[in-house]
Every structure is written in C-alpha cells, then in structure tokens.
C-alpha cells in the first residue's frame, strides 16, 4: 500500500514534540510538507524529514495535494485552515480547542462531511494509558456511581512551552481567542464526557487572568459541571502552577475513590470503603516536561488506513468546546448555562 502524504501546517512546539516525530515513527506515513509563516521553522523540518517547506497553507494544499494534514496553528486560524485543507480533499487533524466559536466548528464538520473527508480534534487525553485504565476500572462497576469529581490541568504557562516563549501568540487574543481555557480546560472538559460517559448539563465559570502581567486572555479558571445524570464536580485550568504540573483527576463514588495522576509512582490507585486499595503502574500522562506518546497520531492515521471514523470526531470536539464556551458565558453574565 502506498503511504499517507501527510502535510504539518504550523511548525511550533506542539509539532516539535508531537506531531512531526510521531508522523516519522508511523510505517503508513510520507510526510511531504511543513508550513510555517518563520520560513526557518518549516525549511528546519523539510531538510530533517524531506517533503518541502511553504510559508503559507494555501500554496501548500494547491501544489502538493496531500492526504492528509495536522493543522497546529493558532486557534483563531484552525477553522479556515481545516475548511481550506476539506476542500483540498484531505483528511484533518486539527489541534485543540478545534475552533474558536461553535459556528464555526459545525462549518468545519459540513465542509469535512461534503468532502468526504475525516475531521479528528487533537484531544490526547483520551489516549494517555492512566485514563484508559481508569475508564477500564469505572466501567468494572466495583466502585459503583460516580458521585462527584475534580479534575485539573495547570502548569506555569506557555511561555515555557511555546517556542517563541513569553512573546508567543498564546497570550494575545486575536490569535488565541481564549488562554488557560483552551489550552487547558478544553483537555479536561473533553476527558470528563469521555471518562464517564455523558455529557455536561449546566456549567458555572469563574475565569480571570490572576497573575499573567500584560497578557490578553485567561490564565486561570475554576468551574462548576453538573452532568446530565446529576454527576456534581470541579474543573479547574490554571497557568500558574509554578512550582510544577498538574493533571490530576479524582473521583468520589458509592464504593470509594479513584485517583488518577495524583501519584508520582502509581498512575491509578482504587480506595474502596472495605480498606483494599488497588495500585497501577500503567505509564505515564504526557507532560510539557516529560513528552511521550500521544496516541493520537497513530489513531489518526490508523482511522484513515483502516476507512473507520475517528473516535474523537468534529462533533465529539464541538461538544467538548461547548463547554468551555459556556464557562465564559457564565463568567460574562453572572449565570448557570444550561446546555
């Protein structure tokens, strides 16, 4: 079979430590393009892994006609670059939050679906073994309904992460659209619905920008869901844990607690009320510190090899967003958002 042609639109950090090196660990892919409007960053990936450089998608999609993208851009530019890159005939993987309003995630599911092309929203947190392994447990049944929940995603900022650092367009809105909310919240709002199953009925947001000097958009926020079965919990996205990161998540049910990234050595540990107490080693969560597979790469790919829709689809990403958009909502007027 002849590989996927894969094109890398936006060559910063999430394509450094991500996307390029898995797409060149994958035996299915050519990568055969890399767009970058720092011409360096583009020419940079093109000498190390063939294909060539362009400085703009436009070119890109016209002259190459790839199979398929990754779309890493800043989150203003993921829906007219998925909708440009539909028509072109490829398959997308768009990096998260997939849009930056919900109209204009619904227009790239039609321009994807009148394409006849697949639209996959880069939500990793699905795939990291500890939430796998988690889902596994809550599905066994042994801890019985979930009560109430926390989970978090913090860590002290982009400008650690981004290559461009404190100047990096993560900090200006028009580019970024949202801060720690994007970056951060929409991996957890995604990670709830799919952990247990059911979507998010009302959200309750208090967001701010609490310590990021001259940046345009959220650093923290600290939201309330409750879930369409009742299901009460915390998300909280912070850009201001210096002293470390954080993706933890916890669980309160009838039969006692499961705890997810709170422990340096036992990725998931069971507490349940008769005493046991149930510890995994599964592997890691990727961190900005510590990069190890991210699983959605290989899914990607694996879904357009194998003709099967992707599991974290446009819609799956649009209902993920929903979320955090209503979180704003709420900020802004002081109310409960019912979704």
């Known amino acids: 079979m002849s590989k996927l042609r894969v094109a890398v639109i936006g060559c910063g950090s999430i394509s450094k430590h991500r996307h390029i090196p898995e797409y060149a660990a994958n035996p299915h892919v050519e990568l055969v393009a890399f767009v970058d409007p720092v011409g360096e960053r583009a020419e940079h990936y093109a000498a190390l892994h063939g ?13 190459i006609k790839p199979d398929a993208v990754s779309v890493c851009t800043p989150n203003a530019t993921h829906a007219p670059i998925s909708i440009a890159a539909a ?16 109209e204009e995630a619904q227009a790239m599911i039609e321009a994807a679906k009148a394409a006849g092309v697949y639209l996959m929203v880069g939500h990793n947190q699905r795939f990291m073994p500890p939430h796998v392994k988690a889902k596994e447990v809550l599905s066994s049944g042994r801890l019985g309904k979930v009560l109430t929940f926390r989970t978090s995603f913090g860590h002290p900022g ?20 949202m801060g720690a909310m994007g970056d951060l919240g929409v991996h957890k709002s995604d990670f709830i619905r799919w952990l247990l199953g059911e979507e998010v009925a009302d959200v309750t947001g208090f967001i701010g920008t609490q310590h990021k000097e001259g940046t345009e958009v959220d650093d923290n926020a600290i939201c309330v869901l409750r879930m369409k079965s009742g299901i009460i919990g915390a998300l909280v996205a912070s850009w201001t844990y210096y002293k470390g990161e954080d993706n933890g998540t916890i669980l309160w049910c009838e039969n006692g607690v499961l705890k997810i990234g709170t422990d340096p050595n036992d990725q998931v540990i ?26 959605v790469i290989d899914a990607f790919v694996e ?6 829709p992707p599991s974290v689809s446009g819609e799956e990403g649009l209902r993920s967003l929903k979320v955090i958009l209503a979180a704003f909502e709420s900020q802004n007027t002081g109310r409960v958002i019912s979704l």
Do not use: C
């Open 270 to 295: 069971v507490e349940l009320r008769d005493g046991t107490v149930e510890r995994y080693k599964v592997g890691a969560i990727a961190t900005n510190e510590k990069q190890v597979a991210s699983g």
């Open 303 to 308: 879904s357009i090899v194998t003709k099967t």
């Open 158 to 177: 982009p400008e650690g992460w981004s290559v461009d650092g404190r100047e990096s367009w993560f900090f200006r809105k028009p580019e970024a659209v």
């Open 51 to 63: 294909g060539k450089a362009f400085s703009d998608y436009e070119t890109m999609l016209s002259e």
């Open 87 to 102: 028509k072109a005939g490829a398959h997308v993987l768009v990096e998260k939050p997939m849009a930056a309003t919900e």
